[in-house]
């Protein structure tokens, strides 16, 4: 595949990810299967248990909507990512009342308070003496990632500079961005020409604990689970024993696939394992794990993007639906970009 058609897995498989996954979230992964009849493989409209209620089929959430502005926002600047652009493109995002009203993070939306009245700073919760940096460590750092890789493709490093840029905009903490950092080097490896998805895994544990390390010299360190340590865990647990759904389901149950970085990138990192051999199949797994799903299955979208067959009539399907249902064209977005980044 060229650029443009791997950019355009990338985006596809992260809009994909999202809309579906917007229907799945909040449930269990066993009710999951029991409301489907078995796992969810297309759009649908969400139901009550849903954030997305009111959506209808293939709407994206947040997840997506932040990338695709921060991307349009960079080809503004001629191609060019800075923090100024990454809050221009945020506070554009939260003036849109369909995906901050319903969507925003807590994460996301006290840094967005804050940028639009600096005087609120960072403030401590309610009885407490400090901010408590370490509930920032949600997984909203490495859901809009997808640009830090895509302006680098095969520059791993150069990925990883440009995830802490994005990364610490709303979530400043040594967690969060080493999070955003694996997702961010494992995109990067993805689009490498003749890269195969073992080497976006390697990247991904190498911007994991470069991210990290970077964080707690330039950022706040905060208590918690390690994100890397989490990610062997995870890749343990698919390489043990069990069928392909036990193993899945593993994750769910040992590794979590929540709010918290630590969750949600090595479940992450555990279901693009468990599918090396079939993208789309990464993408329709982290759907029906269960709990975050959208921001999972978002998550998942963009790391393994690169390698899904755009032409395959099970994603070609689902991608003009994504664009159809939402009102864009990721086909023009993913030609501009690669004009950008040769």
């Known amino acids: 595949m060229n650029l443009v058609e791997k950019i355009q897995g990338v985006l596809g498989c992260t809009a994909i990810g999202d809309a579906m996954g917007s229907v799945t979230e909040n449930l269990t992964f066993n009710q999951i299967r029991e409301m489907f009849n078995g796992t969810l493989t297309e759009f649908v409209k969400p139901g009550k248990t849903a954030f997305a209620l009111g959506n209808e089929a293939g709407e994206i959430t947040d997840d997506f909507s932040q990338v695709y502005l921060i991307l349009k926002e960079i080809l503004n600047n001629n191609g060019l990512l800075d923090k100024e652009v990454v809050i221009k493109a945020i506070l554009e995002w939260s003036e849109i009342p369909k995906w901050f009203n319903r969507f925003a993070g807590p994460t996301t939306r006290t840094a967005i308070a804050m940028y639009k009245n600096p005087s609120l700073e960072m403030k401590p919760l309610p009885g407490a003496v400090t901010v408590d940096y370490a509930s920032k460590a949600t997984n909203g750092s490495a859901m809009k990632i997808a640009p830090a890789g895509i302006l680098n493709p095969g520059n791993i490093e150069g990925a990883i500079d440009d995830a802490i840029i994005i990364a610490r905009v709303t979530h400043d903490n040594s967690l969060a961005i080493s999070g955003a950092c694996a997702v961010a080097a494992a995109t990067a490896a993805g689009l490498a020409e003749n890269s195969i998805i073992e080497e976006a895994l390697s990247a991904g544990i190498y911007g994991a604990i470069r991210g990290e390390t970077i964080a707690k010299k330039i950022s706040r360190d905060v208590a918690g689970a390690s994100v890397v340590e989490r990610i062997k865990l995870a890749l343990n647990i698919v390489e043990g024993v069990g069928t392909k759904e036990e193993r899945l389901e593993k994750l769910a149950q040992i590794i979590g696939s929540g709010l918290h970085i630590s969750e949600a990138i090595p479940c992450a990192f555990g279901i693009v394992a468990l599918n090396k051999n079939d993208a789309l199949q990464a993408v329709f797994d982290a759907v029906n794990i269960g709990y975050d799903t959208d921001t999972i299955a978002a998550i998942v979208g963009t790391m393994v993007g690169a390698f899904v ?34």
Not at 313 to 332: C, G, H, P, T
């Open 309 to 342: 067959d755009i032409h395959d009539e099970r994603f070609s399907k689902l991608y003009d639906e994504v664009q159809i249902a939402n009102d864009i064209n990721i086909v023009e977005l993913a030609k501009e970009l690669a004009t950008i980044v040769k």
